[in-house]
DNA sequence: CCGCAAATTGACAGCGCTGTCATTTCTGTC
DNA sequence: GACAGAAATGACAGCGCTGTCAATTTGCGG
């Protein structure tokens, strides 16, 4: 009924065993032996059963992708997260599964435990903000599973994936200045969550370099939200000099801000420059289109899973790559009224 | 190193078989050795290994949810119903694979096949709109894979969840009438979507009841996407005798109608009425809050699992259950200009 | 052409569980 | 109290693969 890698031995007339060998990739195979075995694999439509694997062998090639669905601000980052975590997988031949976790109490430690143990799961995608929750990492290292991180705060020893947040907001406030503008507000999102804290010294750095004060006033507290990012920006309207301009901490904040300035009669670009940071897709959906910052979240995934795949296969040590950002100016902002 | 299930056939000076027997819930096992069985396992903190299960016996005690990743218009939604799926399968001990599905030429047929057969897949639930998508469904069946759909186009023969989503919108649109209006338009989404059709149908009965003309003016298609709504909201306002209220097929296209309304200078409620569907987190967020239908989706996912282990464990015929809608009548609609 | 190390390949057991079928232990009945 | 039939349990093989270690083949210097 199912082809077993025994049938595709007897095929090509080598032992299960150098069957088993091709298929795990192993060196000691010549390499005409290997290309009979790839053959028969290929036309005997040849497909390894995960759990004889898992069963036998000490791998399950199965990777864990956490993510923390308690306070779940952004969902479509975590979905393209996730596209792009499956789509380096399935190039691997590994399969992942998706695992929320509730981090009321200790109760996620045992959920971490089973997970583990049930699937021997062989690695794991951590995604913020559980990139930084100490007891989280220090149970994996226990069980001896490797992880990549997504945007971890903390980058020692950590591979995964991050882009330079400070810098892209640096460059997104410089860019503000450039326009003219001296009175730049920033929204800032959940207080220790590492982009939060990358985009306001971006933010505090680009106003130094271009020597302008650090006004505590117009940097007010939001949390990712578009309920919040309205808050903040009502707050930010109730002072006695308004600022020109507001750089958000994320684009839904953003939204909100625009919504505020809308509210309030301000017209935008106008009146108020506006920009966010992640490029969602609400970006161009809003009017006008906001700028932001372009942060590859798929592609992201796709290369913390790589990296965490390459790790597994005892090939490279491992590291945390960087990826680029992208500044997208589009009609938000404009030269200071 | 591992409590395995014949460890704790020792401990309890039972079989393994019986063991077994205990962990598939099987009848014929006395009740008192049952007992003494789960405490062992409780005691000893036994888990089974799924891959020794998947591989000895016909269950894998996966499921796999479906989704399409290609024109993915609302990942906050899937996002819902995936972590629903994921609540119900944790506490039936099943595991879920997310597995998104790009419906290009016949490529997907293929990784239907290398789920179901490389994974042993017990089960598969189906997101919209992949839960008319008939070549999916067909090969489903010749794999004798069970599946269960979350508001499915075509309900016969289906087990799964789904909403009186036209009886809700008849609701809504009623309550429109209700406060006054007249000239009540309405945003399409996706042509074909059941969502769709049924948000359709559901306001051009209410307006047949109420004995208000059905005005095709009135009716503009959009794509669920918020720039969708404000593309349609402008070629209302548009029209030489304006609508005072739009329904929008989802939130949001309802939030770009109200982003539209705001462009022209229409104060939302005072001048125009708006409401949307699905009660997305952004209809809280939307100044004043959106009127809206509540789609439990986190709930209707975890009853599509529930539905879905229920054909697997041969228990009950499997039934396509139905949730209840709510209204939430926020401060986007208010009485008639 | 031989001998030896290195490169390749194979034999075999067993991973942890369940399906099949045989066996034992209960019931209730006459 | 013996007996049929049902209920409960157990023995055993084997699912499809990989780890271990042994066997074979190859390459190469002399």
Not at 77 to 84: M, T, V
Not at 120 to 132: A, F, K, Q, R, S
Request: glycine residues 8%; contains cysteine; aromatic residues 6%.
């Amino acid at each position: 009924m199912r082809v077993r890698l025994e049938d595709v031995a007897r095929a090509t007339g080598v032992s299960p065993k150098t069957v088993s060998r091709v298929l795990n990739e192993e060196s000691s195979v010549k390499d005409s032996t290997r290309q009979r075995v790839l053959a028969a694999m290929e036309s005997m439509n040849y497909r390894p059963s995960p759990s004889a694997r898992g069963l036998a062998g000490s791998r399950s090639f199965l990777v864990a992708m956490l993510y923390d669905n308690n306070n779940n601000p952004a969902s479509t980052y975590l979905a393209e997260i996730q596209d792009g975590v499956l789509d380096a997988c399935d190039a691997h031949r590994y399969s992942m599964m998706a695992c929320p976790l509730r981090m009321r109490g200790q109760d996620f430690i045992r959920r971490v435990d089973a997970l583990v143990s049930d699937h021997h799961i062989d690695g794991v995608i951590v995604t913020p903000p559980l990139t930084d929750y100490p007891a989280l990492l220090k149970r994996l290292q226990e069980h001896g599973v490797p992880h990549a991180s997504i945007s971890p705060l903390h980058r020692e020893g950590t591979i995964g994936v991050c882009m330079d947040e400070q810098q892209a907001a640096k460059a997104l406030v410089t860019h503000l200045i450039e326009l003219g503008h001296r009175r730049i507000a920033h929204i800032v999102g959940i207080a220790n969550h590492g982009a939060s804290r990358w985009r306001l010294a971006g933010y505090k750095e680009a106003l130094a370099t271009a020597g302008l004060p650090n006004d505590p006033d117009y940097v007010v507290q939001g949390e990712f939200t578009f309920g919040s990012g309205v808050m903040a920006a009502r707050q930010l309207f109730a002072l006695p000099v308004c600022p020109t301009a507001i750089f958000a901490a994320n684009d839904d904040m953003a939204a909100g801000v625009m919504w505020a300035a809308n509210e309030r009669g301000l017209k935008v670009p106008r009146d108020l420059s506006v920009c966010g940071f992640d490029d969602t897709p609400l970006a161009t959906q809003l009017w006008p289109p906001l700028t932001t910052v372009r942060q590859p979240s798929r592609e992201m995934g796709k290369l913390a899973a790589l990296q965490l795949m390459e790790k597994l296969r005892g090939r490279g040590t491992g590291l945390l790559v960087q990826v680029p950002y992208s500044l997208e100016l589009r009609e938000s902002t404009s030269v200071a009224p």
